[in-house]
Nanobody, 118 residues
Framework: QVRLAESGGGSVQAGGSLRLTCAAS????????MGWFRQAPGKERERVAR???????TYADSVKGRFTCSQDHDKKLLYLQMTSLTPEDSAVYYC????????????WGQGTEVTVVS
């Protein structure tokens, strides 16, 4: 099973950009569908972007056109490039790995906090 470690969070001005990275360890990276979720204070965790079984990527409507999810299978890295950030994007961002692309078999990272100040 993979273990996940996120990095790249921090504080940024509205309109700015950040790139999050999720490093996976373990030998079975390709058997997972990887994705990003976020949870703002007082809100439920929501999906931001996720690779599907056919390698397509689905994005939350709120981030379409602003966020780009990508991955490097060889390096076992998942990225989330975030641009045009707004205070509403402030949250703890979590990397997730769905074994066999099944959401019920999900592994979480510890999260990295993003704060967007206006």
């Amino acid at each position: 099973q993979v273990r996940l470690a996120e990095s790249g969070g921090g504080s940024v001005q509205a309109g700015g950009s950040l790139r999050l990275t999720c490093a996976a360890s373990g030998n079975t990276y390709r058997s997972y569908c990887m994705g990003w979720f976020r949870q703002a204070p007082g809100k439920e965790r929501e999906r931001v972007a996720r690779f599907e079984a056919d390698d397509s990527i689905t994005y939350a409507d709120s981030v379409k056109g602003r966020f780009t999810c990508s991955q490097d299978h060889d390096k076992k890295l998942l990225y989330l490039q975030m641009t045009s950030l707004t205070p509403e994007d402030s949250a703890v961002y979590y990397c997730a790995a769905d074994h066999g692309c099944v959401a019920g078999h999900r592994i979480w990272g510890q999260g990295t906090e993003v704060t967007v100040v206006s």
